[in-house]
């Protein structure tokens, strides 16, 4: 990668014992024109992928407690809660974070997803890290995980309530920042809150899902145009009001016959990035709605 704000003028390797520290001189250009001579050293351990391992309907997820030096030498007792994550070493990003996650936790995922890449620490490491997620089924463990002994890996299996994670975060319990944003993003996919769902169709099944929704603690909101009732508005007021409904909404609930207008309700839930369920018991009710949804952490 090259820059005309950017002058690499020499690189001293500093050490390859682990992986690869440099010590980088450079000129940047500033704002106002001028070139600013700097030095940094760099740290190149190759890039690594993450993933978020999470069941749906027993809001729980995956995560891992293993020994980290850095963290011990900082006043950490050394032991971190993470998801499960690894290095590339030559293999695509998806390939490594299904191996990893066999690995460390023992589950074999059906089905992941990339979400995004983020660099944890550019002051300076050169890592950047893929993130996925990934739905686990009880069926879908192999083998017990714990890692290889061989790499110095000792690494404890837990599977925690969605809530009991959340909460980790909030005292300090869970501290490592890739599994703190994985965590973050799985509200989207293990509602906290209740969402509100867009249902299609005026029918007797959207009304039974309407039920289903508060019951499930979220609030339902019917896609009816005013002009509906009133008959008296222009095609562009209510395709414009519908754009602004989908845009407000968390997700969309298909119920009843595809109609002209589901289609558009769909087709603008695509284009916004809002979640299309075809069927209410795809909805997880919320984790606050639930009893029982912070009971103690289990080591499986």
Not at 179 to 208: C, F, H, N, W
Request: proline share 5%.
């Amino acid at each position: 990668m090259s820059s005309p704000n950017v002058r690499i003028l020499k690189q001293h390797l500093l050490s390859d014992n682990w992986y690869v520290l440099k010590k980088i001189d450079f000129e940047l250009q500033r704002r106002d024109g001028s070139w600013q001579p700097q030095t940094r050293e760099v740290y190149d351990r190759g890039n690594g992928a993450t993933i978020g391992l999470y069941n749906r309907a027993r809001r729980t997820v995956i995560l891992t407690r293993q020994f980290r030096i850095p963290a011990f030498v900082n006043e950490h007792h050394g032991y971190l809660i993470e998801a499960a994550a690894g290095l590339l070493d030559n293999a695509s990003p998806e390939e490594r974070i299904r191996l990893e996650a066999e690995e460390e936790t023992g589950y074999r995922v059906r089905s992941v997803r990339k979400i995004f890449d983020a660099f944890m620490s550019p002051g300076s490491v050169t890592e950047r890290v893929h993130f996925f997620v990934g739905e686990y089924q009880p069926e879908d463990r192999i083998n017990d995980g714990g890692g290889l002994a061989e790499e110095g890996e000792d690494i404890e299996v837990l599977e925690l309530p969605f809530a009991e994670a959340l909460a980790m975060v909030d005292d300090g319990r869970i501290m490592d920042g890739k599994t703190i944003i994985l965590l973050q993003y799985l509200k989207k996919l293990i509602p906290v809150s209740p969402l509100m769902i867009l249902l299609t169709g005026a029918d007797e099944q959207a009304r039974a899902c309407a039920a289903s929704l508060l019951l499930a603690g979220h609030i339902p909101v019917p896609a009816i145009w005013p002009g509906q009732m009133s008959q008296a508005a222009a095609a562009h007021d209510a395709d414009e009001y519908t754009r602004l409904l989908v845009k407000r909404c968390d997700a969309v609930l298909c119920t009843g016959a595809t109609s002209p207008h589901t289609s558009r309700l769909v087709e603008l839930a695509q284009q916004y990035d809002v979640a299309v369920y075809r069927d209410v018991s795809e909805i997880p009710a919320t984790v606050t709605h639930h009893p029982d949804a912070r009971p103690s952490a289990s080591i499986i």
